[in-house]
């Protein structure tokens, strides 16, 4: 049985004795039998009851501790003493009300201690609440009571997503499941793959090929991922030279000047652009700009031959029916990563704003070690506007903007043990800090608490699904062998 | 040396009377007579109402008795019970009792706890069930005059003790048992009998019975008789047999040599009665056992603060039986709101809280 012991503000304070099987995160239901309203709150923090004279107990046990008897209790009267011990206080965040059967913020009221009735809303009853339609939407994973949570398409189409947790706790394994669902929707989606751990997403764990296989391109950037000169254009290859290569302004007009040059008569090659810096007078100037392109060139991204050169375009169009593209990233190194981006992202914008795309979904894996400073704003305003949807996933919650945060429209925070970590993400979340603090710390691998409009603003503990798909995110071990053969 | 297993032995007319008083099935016909009787009436030897000794002597000597530690195997026996309200009903009282016997072998301490009993009491079944279990217990064939509702909680505790001592003359051997209080009766009362019975079958066993007594105070010449043994080196005896029977000899019933004990150097001493049929030296012997077998702390045997501390209800405890009554037997205890509480709000005085537990 519950009963409402405290509301203060948000929170409401629930006894619940006998103990019943209400976890952190469950959902209970305070339904006023005199109206047709009701609570719905979230169990966030559980504990005993201060039930008077506890700490006599346990000491008097710890008194007795060695001794060894018998107790001849005919009515049984532990059994109940355990259940008064073991009675139960939920600390609860108000998350909405129910008036005539339907969703409401309006939680300016409260209901009456004493004749309210409290239960634990069922599965079924929640995901009605969230509006969850499995049919249409991205099945992700499932509830405690094991419950079917599918994320409405609409709720991430256009929106900006988190995904945050430490090391191993199952972020990346949610965004791939994000990410396969999305195209097998027929969305098109990008990912930046830092750790070369979404190229295999097209085969099974057994080596096969999934449906989807076809709707999944892997470019390694300097090997099957190379872009001419003309391709990439003046603007791309300044901003590189400027932004990520600190090409100091006059040395970027003398460069801006053979660029159009070259453009005019038609000779825009690599070669024609390294003797036309050869040929600079000013020996700082060449040299500066010599030693840039240089750096360039031995990244191999850019080419001549448009045989072996890519366009994105072309490659868009392979992706009609829905795909992603893989930039893999892995083994590069922190410039030419950022070269890459910044190339991508321009052009990106360039066929967004030409309706040459329609829209984007972009996976940043950690995107700190690859991001611009000045872009930040950009996806999450700018960008976002134009149809790129953008989810940050990262394990170092602070190498995120608290702007980017507070635009965001869903988060999906994995376990946090980490204060520090812990702290950055409550003052960021779009919920309490209490919840964030306790909730998020005690979440086992692959339980993540999904924040946002992602489900209807409810903050719900999801257990995310397995994949069928290669992952690859498993980190290698030195005595894997050992590991396989002992099994 | 044999140790019984007194888990063997269950008082069940405990049970089937609280029971049946829970039940409410304890019907009119079996009510005897009402007699009101003064509340401040002292029956069977209750420990909560002993009383205060004023003992005047004429600059006597008082003996002081040097106690040794032994290297004599003994067992340990200890016992004590425990009785609360748990709450008023429309028409009575609820209450529970419960008992512990504890004894230390040469190892370590072992336990059989009895209870909790729960009892409904109300004027309409105080007589049955006391008589009931008066004749249950001691045999007695005469109907008793029964105390007010309010006294009945330490009246059904005190068979529920008087069966537990019974039960430990009957099964030990050549062991020490210790109860909580005193030897000491008044000659008015019946079990005085009982008592006695007790003590002849605990000796015919090689037994010795010692009682302390945490709440006498003696006072002699207007000293407290801690005064006197609190200089002396411990562990001691202050022997005061003598000058306590010389004055109160005419009123009570001694079945216990009185002494002083101080058996560890602390600021406490108790009073302490040991059998008075044994010798006198067997009798100190006995102690002399206790201290050597069993950890004393403060003057205090652990047996005996084991089985005051297994015996008494914890908070939680009454909680839990609240609960249980309410559920197995559909009894709900009422409020009654505090007069003094009401009246005089936090001038009042004293406790807040009085003992109704809604």
Redesign the interface.
Known sequence: MMQIYKIDANTVQVICCPPEDVNRGDYLLVEDVNSEKSLIIQVINSGYVN????L??IL?SS??E??????????E?KS??????DAELFTCKIRGALNKGKVSNDVSWIPPRSTSRLRKLPDADLIKLLENEPQNGLDIGTLKGGGRISININSIDGKLNIITGKKGTGKSHLSKLLLIQLVSKGGICIVFDINGEYINLGYTKSEGRTSLYDRFISLTPGSDFKVTLQYAGLGVFLRVMENILDLPATSAWEFRRIWKDLKERGALTLNNLNSAIRAVSNNYIQDALLRRFESLINTKFFTDDWGEATVLEAVMDKMDKGGALIINLRNINSKFRQIVVEFLLSKLSQLLENWGLKAVFLFAEEAHLYLRETYWNDIVTRMRHLGMFTTFITNQPDSIRKSVYRQADNIFLFNFTNEHDLEIVSRAAMIDVETVNIIARQLPPHYCLMLGKVLNNFPLIVRINSLKEKTMGETRLFFSDLKIKKS | MQVLD??QK?PYNF?EL?NASLKNTIESSHRLRNIDLPTNYVGDFNKLNEHEFIANFDGENLDMIKLAYIDEKAHIFGLDTSSIELGETSNGLLCAVRGTI?WKDEV???????????FHVTENNKQFLYNKLRQMYFGASRAAPTPDVWCMPGRIRNILERWLQAQLSQSCEDSVILWDGSLTAWTIDSPVTLIDDMLRMARSRGNVVLAFSKKTKFTIFGRRIADLINNRNAPCLLDLDEIIRRQYGNYLCFFGRVYAAKLTPSQFSFRLDVDREIERETGINAVQKLISNDIVVESYPETLR?AH??S?F????????Q??IA??FGIRTVFRPNIRQILFGPYGGGLINNKVIS
């Open positions: 039930v008077p004279g506890i006599e107990d008097r008194s007795t060695k001794l060894e008897g018998v107790d001849l209790d005919p009515l009267m109940f003493v355990n259940i008064i011990k | 007194f888990s269950s049970v609280g504890v370590k301490y072992n336990y059989t706890r009895y209870g909790p009993f729960i084991l501390i297994l008494r914890s908070a939680s405890e009454i909680i839990g039986m609960r249980l559920e197995n």
